[in-house]
């Protein structure tokens, strides 16, 4: 899992847009080096759950586990799903590796899963989370009302993904436009009487390009609570 760049259906030998969902695409990826992403949790899920009291968290989309990992470390119990194997292995070994307390590793329960056809109990969780997912327009509605559905009422729905205008960054993703989305967006989404919307911004923070130049990317966040 890397904070900064390349989640999921990102990289740069772009093969065709549907193998970018799938379990062999993935578990390709993730065997290709020890490590895909940076290790560390999702800068938006610090700044968003870090005051947040423990529950039942939602992790979708979790890759090598480490925004599951900084949760339990937490205090919460939590669901890490994701399409490779190959991912949730190498998670459920580093959850052992890191913590000192055997007891982290025995909050996480790692499920794969293909998220076209994720379908997680209602109103089970005190916190869903998805970060980085960059899934197809026609989808994305379906893919959120469903996160939505899994947030018991005071849970809270947290969406992070790269912002439509983060395409113009000189980070080197493939132009898939489809594949981006604003905040606003998922907002939209949300029936106001239903949930109340603390944040829904495209959101900045600096990185650094594939040359090594420091630049400045854009989060679209929604972080949302049900009444």
């Known amino acids: 899992m890397n904070q900064d760049v390349h989640r999921h259906g990102e990289h740069h030998d772009l093969p065709d847009v549907a193998e970018l969902f799938t379990a062999g695409f993935w578990d390709e990826r993730y065997g290709s080096k020890p490590a895909v992403w940076s290790g560390r949790p999702n800068q938006r899920l610090v700044e968003r759950a870090a005051d947040l009291a423990p529950g039942t968290a939602l992790d979708v989309g979790c890759g090598e586990g480490a925004d599951a990992i900084w949760l339990a470390a937490r205090g ?11 991912a ?8 052992q590796q890191v913590t000192a307390d055997p007891e982290v590793a025995g909050r996480i329960t790692w499920r794969q899963a293909d998220v076209f056809e994720l379908e997680p109990e209602p109103a089970a969780y005190d916190l869903v989370s998805s970060q980085f997912m960059q899934l197809p327009s026609d989808f994305r509605p379906v893919f959120h009302a469903r996160l939505a559905a899994a947030v018991r009422p005071g849970g809270s729905l947290l969406v992070v993904g790269h912002d439509l205008s983060d395409l113009d960054t000189s980070m ?45 990317i854009r989060d679209a966040v929604v972080h949302a609570v049900r009444r």
Request: aromatic share 4%; glycine share 4%; hydrophobic share 50%.
């Open 76 to 86: 919460w119990r939590v669901t890490g799903v994701d399409v490779s194997r190959v």
């Open 88 to 95: 949730l292995s190498r998670a459920a070994a580093l959850a």
């Open 172 to 216: 080197g993703r493939p132009h898939l436009p489809d594949l981006m989305f604003t905040a606003a967006e998922v907002a939209a989404d949300l029936d106001p009487d239903a949930w109340e919307v603390l944040v829904a911004a495209a959101l900045d923070r600096p990185a650094v390009d594939p040359d090594g130049n420091p630049v400045t």
